[in-house]
């Protein structure tokens, strides 16, 4: 399996703020996610500042909506591979989340947009990867079964893996191989505040229990140095 990665979760509001931070880890961190709180204020404003940068931009806006919509929405999300001014060096969008409660149709409608587009566009595919259950939910009876079915389904609609917590990273693993991605967001270092986070793991953790993608917001973003603490889980990622 290739080397567990970490992505940085720009859950922040002014786009002064993101560009600093952004500057700051340019040398450290491959992998940006732009959610709702960045997209909303910013667009695609955003997306293309990194991606012009030659950043991979993983898109969390956990699509879900009728087939229909959810199609359009990642034919758009597609769209923003294509450099409005032709810049070489300009990164395709990388990743991008729908979410796994929107039903197998919707998930395969999902797909098949992503690479009917991308082949029109003659650009690389983004990943798409389905939205289980959130690791601010708390863990609950049967929430093991619930997770593992959401990706089996998201497997069996064609999508590129899951994300869950480290709690269910083993199972998902076990169950549906090696090829299948699983995005971790919910890691705490072992001195870090858990927020509204509930299923949380360390980094190591994740990594020892299979997933593929660190997900760390809160735990960078109100660090005292943010670089410093970006280094530190980089460092505990290597050991
Ligand atoms: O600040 P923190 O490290 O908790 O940020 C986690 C990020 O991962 C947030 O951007 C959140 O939206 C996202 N996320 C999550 N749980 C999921 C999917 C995404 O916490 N299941």
């Known amino acids: 399996m290739k080397k567990t990665q970490l992505i940085l979760a720009l859950d922040l509001e002014t786009f002064e703020e993101a560009r600093v931070l952004i500057d700051e880890l340019a040398d450290s961190v491959e992998i940006f996610k732009v959610g709702s709180q960045m997209f909303t204020a910013h667009g695609p404003f955003i997306t293309r500042y990194l991606q012009s940068r030659g950043k991979k931009v993983f898109l969390d806006l956990k ?20 450099s409005p001014n032709g810049d070489t060096g300009f990164a395709p969008l990388y990743m991008m989340t729908v979410h796994t409660v929107g039903g197998k149709e919707m998930l395969e409608a999902a797909v098949q947009a992503a690479q009917a587009q991308a082949k029109a566009l003659g650009v690389t595919r983004p990943l798409i990867v389905g939205v289980t259950v959130l690791t601010s939910t708390a863990k609950e009876a049967n929430l093991e079964a619930l997770v593992l079915e959401r990706a089996r389904l998201a497997k069996a609609a064609g999508l590129d893996g899951v994300v869950a917590s480290v709690e269910e990273a083993a199972l998902i693993r076990r169950e549906l191989g090696k090829d299948f991605l699983i995005v971790t967001p919910g890691i705490r270092p072992a001195d870090a505040s858990l927020n509204d986070q509930k299923r949380v793991a360390t980094p190591q953790a994740a990594i020892q ?10 735990p960078i973003l109100q660090a005292p140095s943010p670089r410093t603490a970006a280094l530190k889980i980089l460092e505990e990622m290597k050991r």
């Open 209 to 218: 229990q299979g997933s593929n993608f660190l997900v760390v917001g809160r």
């Open 63 to 82: 699509f879900h909506d009728i087939p229909n919509t959810v199609a359009s929405a990642v034919k758009s999300a597609v769209g923003l591979s294509v």
